[in-house]
């Protein structure tokens, strides 16, 4: 699984081949984001989900979606130190993600890293990110179940609001809720969430300390209504589907990036290039010969295996 | 021109068509960029420029790449002021782009409005652009002709080093020659350009002062020498090539970047990523399939005209 996962981090060529091989096995991961602003306690709740559904007996993921930036990245990576009790735990996997070498970025990392451990048989993944810069936000909006994190006296409501990850929740959660202004904070998210427009007012706001697992066992029981629910009503393949279109996209926007940086020069893309240049096709009747001609993809053309290896 | 260039501002979809009719129209203009920190005098060494063309009877057009900051999109305004004495003049055209609607950005707006002025057959375009933001660099860089300014007392070689326009440069020239500081900006250009690996160390480093029109004659002979020797070599077409070449995957970019929005849903993209989401397909085989598909293209179906209308 870490080698895969690297696989996805560098953007690696083995991963067209590599992804057609899981792709069978894959489907069976609930996939929970979890997002707010930095200090609401993303990775404490993480941890007690975590708790939570290893006593259950389901093998859980991590994945914690990092920006570049060192600053955050170090005060994250002191969260994660909290995480290394689970380290002899085989039904538990925590990583860290990055996506130096990706051209897809996140949008293309995370979904594929997900892709990863989802064949690898978790039944639950965490993908906890931080609530700031957008795609953080799509990468947490296109989990199967969407978890926000607001703490007291933050404003965070609001803030979150800014941010655009008021909309994106399934379930919200005031966390530190031992904490003055935890009713003030709850009385703010069902406000800010009654005057969204078209907003899900219909949503739980619960309250946890997740510092001693108060009220986690709750968002737990809203996490599994949801993925029920959905489930029932068939957005949760909706969703899905949702994500796996972004995805695709993803990946071929990447294709694209390599020809525009000449990485694998050499194809159609120079004949075209020269007739645009003489005047004898225009950028549009070229460009659909580009990305017609794109998928030559040796690994595409083969049968794909329909029972797992 | 002036609508034609506003569709391409928009990205409109009407661009497909009239980049299609354009086409065989194209490939005569010269096409000279300038460059350089903000206060080098670009402005003004573009509007010095023209006189001398215009004074040749050569039909001009000028393409100011201005970033959207309204900030410095006001101070370019003052300079365009300037050129208001050319409003009347039918062998000039001067505009300002901006690409508030192209999907593509930069990178595809302004090789399209170059395209619309060439066919309209002006001569020469010069497209000025600030030499600073990686977009700006590369639409400079992809001129037939790059010229790049600096002034005295700037330490503009070492700016210009650090913006990345050091090594774009086919001619050099140190404007506001007749400022203090001339010739050590113009050795210091010299060192810098004898530094760069592999750098450009015969190119010509010539002196202006724009504001009176000295030394302006010798950078357009300079100009006129890089083109002809390009014609000779080659070189030229190959720029071009390059040109079009980036511009054929911005567009392409751009087309895909439709769909990732949404924009052109009811295609492929939906029957793909329910395949991925069930674990039929895998994004790479999707993403190929997406582009493959890409390309239904009612204009491209149709025959070139060859000859204009």
Known sequence: VARLVSLVEDGSDQ???????LAPLTGHTHVVGITGAPGVGKS?????????????????????????????????????????????????????????????????????ALRVLDAAGFDVVVVETVGVGQSEVEVAASADTVVVLVAPGMGDAVQAAKAGILEIGDVYVVNKADRDGADLAARELHHMLGLAPGGPTQ???????????????????????????????????????????????????????????????????????????????????AADELLAGLAPAPVSAVAMPTVPR
């Open 15 to 21: 991963l067209r081949e590599v992804m057609a091989l």
């Open 44 to 112: 404490t709740t993480t941890d007690a989900l975590l708790r939570c559904l290893r006593a259950r007996g389901q093998r859980v993921g991590v994945l914690a979606v990092d920006p570049s930036s060192p600053f955050t990245g170090g005060a994250l990576l002191g969260d994660r130190v909290r995480m290394q009790e689970h380290a002899t735990d085989p039904g538990v996997y925590i990583r860290s993600m990055a996506t130096r070498g990706h051209l897809g970025g996140l949008a293309a990392a995370t979904p594929q």
């Open 203 to 285: 949503r739980p706001v619960l309250r946890t300390v997740a510092a001693t697992g108060e009220g986690v066992e709750g968002l737990l029981a809203a996490i599994d209504e949801h993925r029920a629910s959905g489930l029932r009503t068939g957005q949760l393949t909706a969703r899905r589907t949702e994500r796996a279109a972004g995805e695709v996209v993803a990946v071929a926007m990447a294709m694209l990036a390599r020809h525009g940086q000449g990485l694998d020069r050499g194809s159609d893309l120079d004949r075209l290039a020269a007739d645009v240049a003489a005047g004898r096709s225009d950028p549009y009747r």
